[in-house]
């Protein structure tokens, strides 16, 4: 359309519009690039972080416990480090590339950059805590290489403000890690020795010390840039639609234009019509608004795995939530305290079970050491009000548990036992504690020096947003909302009335719940229900072939890779159920400013070019209008990148 309106002008003697329409063209494309840029800002601050560089060092009886194989096999578990090993006297030092403002200098900078640095011997600082709680400052060598080249069972370091590379476990003390652009928590996360720490991760604390556990293509940050690549490249339905409609939008600005030119017959109508024709907002506004959408969810920690989900989430109908771990919380919780002997107070059994428990691995275990955790932090505050994780803590010592029977140590030099009522104590074996125990509720016991002091009751609870999660996709307009767990029916409901689920399916099998999905969307395509789209929310393995089969499958999870993640759609970073109603939220609001770009952007172009049809418009006007329509369709496309007030 441009190039006929700019031979027409020239044919007439328009040189003015002739000039314009040359001139708005080029800064057409600017703009275009602009527009793109913008949408994509979100993506490419995930994809441009990834770290490209590491300081490598040789660590004394490490490398050469690991032959090729073994470097990359992970599987392989490197020796225990001795404390000394732990100590900085070589590692890897991470370093994060500068954020891609413009491919091409992108690409020539990290060029640059690995050119420069590989192999390169350096000094860096590195912050040792001395037994008087002084932080030193020691000198320690390093060289440069690729992260691709960093080998399991590599001891790295990564200084403050820089991006971990790789996954690893973290072999200091604590560390302070901003994961907002793993799952968009806003809140610094902090972990201890012995934890599992994701690349992408930002160090926010001290220099940290970690044994790497993952290859950098296996990587968590590696993964979710797998998956953003897969949403910037796909291309939407509706785009794919709006790209056919330009077709015979162009049609019809030739037969205006004919028209105008055949019912006056004045060359210069049909000049002044084609000036204003612009399939801007079909081929820019659509598409740069699909990707402020992307964007705006990757911000939030939601990850889409193609454009055309994004759409999709528009129009979902009939939602199905998983129960365990998904409504509620992923692990039991405590509901009551019983206490038996008076003497003792209910947080103080809670406290002390709280820490004996951070040494067992039985399902109960988790949720009495976050009671007891957080019960120990309100009655023992920091004595460092700038580290508020520096407190005392009970020393624990002779720790055993018994496989089915509970676990027992000395915490504080009391014997603490937790577990069952026979395996605490044998004293009061006929006692009746408290009221009986609900079908959903579990308890454990514990006694102090062999004195059964109280019975800790836990159940699984639901989430602390799911039914405000539950109540806004009603108000989004979702028509049936339903459980599907492969708990006992009991459970499901009451955890179903707490958060406002009425239709519940219990004591299902993974196989079970795929067949309800495939049932239910069989019997929409037989009532012909062609709007019904089925989205189904899980988190853990025995929810993967439902997510696939579902239109949308979300997979709420914590960053971490899991089957379920694999296999769903819409992976939710941040493991918060809210984010449910965000990503249907967002994409509504995107599909919504689609649209308006569109009836905007081609509604002024039909009325611009009847006008010039009927020659109210000149031709050099009529240029610096089309370019002004096209700056507005895509400035209103660009609003999708703002959070819906």
């Known amino acids: 359309l441009a190039f006929v309106a700019l ?7 328009e040189f003015w519009a002739s000039y314009l329409i040359v001139v708005m063209v ?68 991470c370093r994060h590339a500068e954020f891609r403002k413009v491919d091409a200098a992108n690409s020539k900078q990290s060029n640059i950059s690995e050119q420069n640095c590989d192999y390169k011997h350096n000094i860096c600082p590195f912050l040792q805590a001395s037994t008087d709680g002084e932080i030193s400052s020691n000198l320690q060598r390093y060289k440069t290489v690729p992260v691709d080249e960093l ?50 991760c930002v ?10 556990t993952k290859l950098s293509k296996n990587s968590q940050y590696q993964k979710i840039m797998q998956l953003v690549e897969s949403a910037r490249s796909s291309k939407a339905a509706v785009v794919r639609f709006a790209d056919m409609l330009s077709v015979p939008f162009t049609v019809l600005s030739f037969v205006i234009a004919g028209f105008a030119w055949g019912f006056s017959g004045d060359a210069l109508r049909f000049a002044q019509v084609l000036v204003l024709a612009t399939p801007c907002p079909l081929l820019i506004a659509v598409p740069v608004a699909c ?36 409504l509620t919380v992923k692990q039991p919780q405590v509901v009551n305290v019983d206490v038996i002997d008076t003497t003792q107070k209910a947080d103080r ?72 009522r026979k395996y605490v ?82 004591d299902l099998l993974p196989q079970d719940k795929l067949a309800h999905v495939k049932k239910h969307n069989y019997n929409a395509y037989k009532n012909k229900q062609n709007s019904t789209v089925t989205m189904m929310v899980g988190d853990g393995v025995n929810d993967a072939p439902v997510l696939a089969a579902a239109d949308i499958g979300v997979a709420v999870t914590d960053g971490t890779d899991t ?28 599909k919504r400013v689609m649209v308006q770009s569109v009836l905007m952007g081609i509604g002024l172009a039909i009325i611009s070019m009847i006008f010039a049809a009927f020659g109210f418009i000149p031709a050099v006007i009529g240029a610096m209008m089309q370019e002004a329509i096209d700056v507005v369709a895509i400035m209103w496309a660009l609003t999708a990148l703002r959070e819906r007030k």
């Open 7 to 13: 031979l027409a002008t020239l044919c007439i003697g």
């Open 563 to 590: 089957a379920a993640s694999e296999c769903a759609q819409v992976v939710i970073m941040n493991n918060d159920i809210s984010s449910v109603a965000s990503a249907i939220r967002v994409a509504k609001h995107t």
């Open 425 to 506: 104590t044998e004293q009061n074996a006929n006692q009746t504690i408290g009221k009986s125990l609900a079908a959903d509720e579990m308890a454990t016991y514990v006694s102090f020096d062999g004195v059964l002091v109280g019975r800790i009751v836990l159940k699984d609870v639901p989430r602390d947003n799911a039914k405000s999660t539950i109540d806004a996709l009603c108000t989004l307009g979702a028509r049936s909302i339903s459980i599907l767990t492969g708990d006992s029916l009991q459970a499901a409901t009451t955890i179903g009335k707490s958060v406002g689920i009425e239709t519940i399916y219990a």
């Open 203 to 212: 160090n926010g604390g001290v220099v940290l010390i970690m044994r790497v």
């Open 291 to 326: 990707m402020a959408g992307t964007g705006r969810l990757a911000k939030l920690g939601i990850v889409v795995k193609s454009q055309d989900v994004l759409e999709q989430l528009s129009r979902v109908t009939d939602v199905f939530f998983d129960k365990t771990g998904t």
């Open 26 to 93: 080029w800064t057409g494309e600017a703009i275009e690039d602009f527009a793109h840029m913008k949408a994509q800002r979100n993506l490419s601050l995930l994809v441009s972080a990834a770290p490209k560089t590491a300081h490598l060092m040789t660590l004394p009886g490490i490398e050469h416990e690991m032959d090729n194989n073994q470097a990359n096999d992970e599987s392989y578990e490197p020796p225990c480090l001795s404390e000394n090993q732990c100590k900085p006297s070589s590692c890897v030092l």
């Open 349 to 420: 059994i809670v406290m002390l079970a709280g820490v004996l428990e951070t040494y067992s691995q039985h399902i109960l275990a988790g949720g009495i050491a976050k009671a007891g955790a957080s019960l120990w932090e309100n009655a023992h505050p920091s004595s460092v009000p700038q580290l508020p994780s520096v407190r005392e803590y009970p020393v624990v010592h002779s720790v055993k548990e018994t496989a089915g029977q509970g676990i027992q140590g000395v915490v504080d030099g009391i014997l603490v036992r937790v577990g069952r």
């Open 151 to 200: 080998n399991i069972g590599n001891v790295i370091i990564v200084l403050p403000g820089e991006t971990v590379p790789v996954d690893g476990e973290l072999l200091s003390g604590s560390a302070i890690l901003d994961t907002s652009a793993i799952n968009g928590e806003s809140v610094p996360r902090e972990v201890y020795a012995g934890a599992a720490v994701l690349s992408g």
